[in-house]
């Protein structure tokens, strides 16, 4: 069987509602440069980014909690090849289990030198200790914060 290949480029911007929990969530990024999460009612997790429902009861979140700034490395990925609409590269990107959350959140890491690859996924091993850092003028965006090695 012949596999064949095919190359498209795609160029989408548009605008979206974020809603009443994502947009309380980036307020307060941008407000008070903290990160908070939804509380399930009857498992008590804490989920984060927010959501207004449980993903695993369905039923409505019940309270705000805040989370980290400290946290563990979940995951992470080295890019090395330049995408539309995100950083320069090479760039970190990761989830991170904040500290009193029960799920993970995305984020990009700084303060790691990305010039060896190998070296640079030993000093991010899964779960190794972060702290969340905040942009000094935040515009209530994923790029107003980011995740540094905690002994940075």
């Known amino acids: 069987m012949e596999l064949l290949k095919r190359r498209e480029a795609w160029n989408i911007t548009y605008n979206h509602a974020l809603g009443e929990t994502a947009s309380w969530f980036y307020v307060q990024i941008r ?6 999460g939804r509380r399930c009612g009857e ?12 993903d695993q009861t369905l039923e409505p979140t019940t309270e705000w909690v805040e989370v980290g700034p400290g946290g563990c490395i979940e995951t992470f990925t080295m890019v090395y090849e330049p995408f539309q609409g ?6 970190a990107f990761g989830y ?3 500290d ?5 959140i995305g984020g990009f890491f700084k303060g790691i030198d990305l010039a060896d ?23 209530g965006d994923v790029l107003d914060f980011w995740f540094e090695l905690e002994a940075n």
């Open 31 to 36: 407000d008070h440069a903290k990160i908070y």
């Open 43 to 54: 498992t008590g997790r804490v989920l984060v980014p927010p959501r207004a429902f449980s």
């Open 86 to 91: 995100l950083p320069d590269p090479p760039y």
């Open 96 to 98: 991170v289990l904040l």
């Open 100 to 104: 009193g959350a029960d799920t993970a």
């Open 117 to 139: 690859p190998a070296k640079a996924a030993k000093q991010m091993a899964l779960k190794t200790r972060v702290v969340t850092k905040f942009a000094e003028v935040r515009t």
